[in-house]
């Protein structure tokens, strides 16, 4: 059950919504965005969305899975459980499925190439309460030994199901495994993560102490804030943990072009995918990349249909998560046993958008669709989405908290600037580069005769 507020929890909110309004940026939406950083290295982001269903907490570190060591796959993901469950101060050990009733409003773990990211939904009376716990778990969490190991069951069955759970996953998850040169074998290895149990709470604790700092994260709050005076509120819950140091920027893993064609058991017709390395998201190349993957985003569900199972999607592309790797997975002929059938449904597809007419109209359309996700204003539904919808508010506090950890208002002003189709080259730029076999990695499941 929901936790209930305590007397003197109420109390501080009173008195924060009578203390003053601090200035910050009026978006063209009619919302109000602000950022800053703490003496401690914390940077934080906020988002107040007038009549919004509730507020979205979202604590980002800069660790993820191209963290992981050679030799311990999965630790990334095991440290962002033990985070999230592990007793902190007061607060008891938790779990997954108790977070259901302890965040009514949802709540989310997600751990992406470069980061990971914790989110928590509050009621406005439940907020001073939440915010309070969050900096207690920014604190330090306690690794105890039954901790650590509820959180590495967690964790091998989440990695089971990643790698050799339903086709589509497999698809989706294998397809950049396979553009890394992992084999069948380290396949099996990543999903069993069997270096994770040799882990000592003393180990995790020391990894959580030196990646979950301030100095090492972002902390994004979304929702109804009008009478809050978030600065000096985030400086009483956070101002005073120790900073520690940011981490290095991990160097991305090399993907080249591969290709593997697998008979599983699981599938009854062919089911393959296509995966493009694209551009680093610091290049000043990538917005026009972007700009060309939503209209092939597009193209790829108009020519290729609505998936079937086992598949659940045509074109995936978090820009955010994985910047560096799209997926397509075109529509496959009941006989299809040569992956260069992947490979000639993306140059027919890239062909017909050569030959289409895109208006100025449709780019900016498209562009606008994305604005949101890039510090830009909200579309009109999203907006009022977000005043029923607690999951939209915690997709959006996720979203600035990543955004803020990959660079500064400076960044993606830039970045914004540049995915104007005025400013971007045209889809004709990037067709060499999508149908060139050195940038692409497919991956074919066909059914075991």
């Not at 602000?34 to 800069?62: F, K, M």
């Not at 003393?202 to 979304?222: E, F, G, T, Y």
Request: proline content about 6%; aromatic content about 6%.
């Amino acid at each position: 059950m929901t936790r209930p507020l305590c007397f003197a929890a109420a109390l501080a909110l009173a008195a924060w919504n009578a203390l003053p309004a601090r200035a910050a940026t009026m978006m063209a939406d009619s919302t109000v965005a602000d950022r800053w950083q703490l003496a401690n290295g914390l940077e934080v982001v906020t988002r107040h969305i007038p009549g919004a269903s509730g507020i979205a907490i979202t604590v980002g570190y800069r660790s993820g899975l191209d963290d992981d060591p050679a030799d311990r796959p999965g630790l990334a993901t095991l440290l962002a459980e033990v985070v999230l469950t592990a007793p902190a101060g007061d607060i008891p050990e938790r779990t997954g499925d108790e977070m259901e009733s302890l965040r009514p409003l949802g709540w989310g773990l997600k751990v992406t190439r470069r980061q990971t990211l914790v989110t928590e939904g509050a009621t406005r009376a439940q907020f001073p309460g939440v915010l309070a716990q969050t900096a207690t778990r920014m604190r330090g969490v306690t690794v105890t030994d039954a901790a650590l190991g509820a959180a590495l069951a967690t964790v091998r069955q989440r990695l089971g199901q990643k790698y050799f759970g339903s086709v589509d996953q497999m698809l989706f998850h294998q397809v950049r495994e396979v553009a890394r040169g992992t084999d069948g074998n380290g396949m099996v290895a990543l999903a069993a993560a069997k270096a994770l149990g040799a882990l000592k709470a003393a180990d995790v604790q020391k990894a959580i102490a030196r990646a979950c700092v301030p100095a090492n994260a972002a902390l994004a709050i979304a929702g109804d804030l009008a009478g809050l005076d978030l600065h000096a509120v985030v400086e009483h819950e956070f101002g005073g943990i120790a900073g520690g140091a940011r981490l290095p920027d991990p160097s991305p893993p090399a993907l080249d072009s591969a290709t593997v064609v697998l008979a599983r058991p699981e599938v009854t017709e062919p089911a393959g995918v296509i995966g493009l390395r694209a551009p680093a998201l610091d290049d000043s190349l990538h917005p026009s990349f972007y700009l060309a993957m939503l209209l092939l985003g597009t193209r790829c569900n108009q020519a290729w249909g609505t998936p079937s199972a086992p598949l659940t999607s045509r074109f995936q592309y978090a820009v955010l998560d994985d910047p560096g790797f799209v997926r397509m997975f075109p529509r496959l002929g009941k006989d299809a046993r040569d992956p260069r059938v992947l490979s000639n449904a993306l140059g027919d597809l890239t062909s017909d958008l050569l030959q289409m007419t895109v208006t100025m109209d449709s780019y900016q359309d498209l562009r606008y669709s994305v604005l949101w996700l890039l510090g830009g204003p909200l579309p009109r539904h999203l907006r009022q989405s977000m005043r029923t919808d607690a999951a939209a508010l915690n997709a959006l506090s996720s979203g600035m908290a990543s955004r803020a950890l990959w660079g500064s208002d400076a960044f993606w002003a830039e970045y914004r600037r540049r995915l104007d189709p005025i400013v971007s080259p045209a889809f004709g730029a990037w067709s060499q580069y999508l149908v060139a076999p050195r940038n692409q990695a497919r991956l074919l499941f066909v059914p075991r005769r």
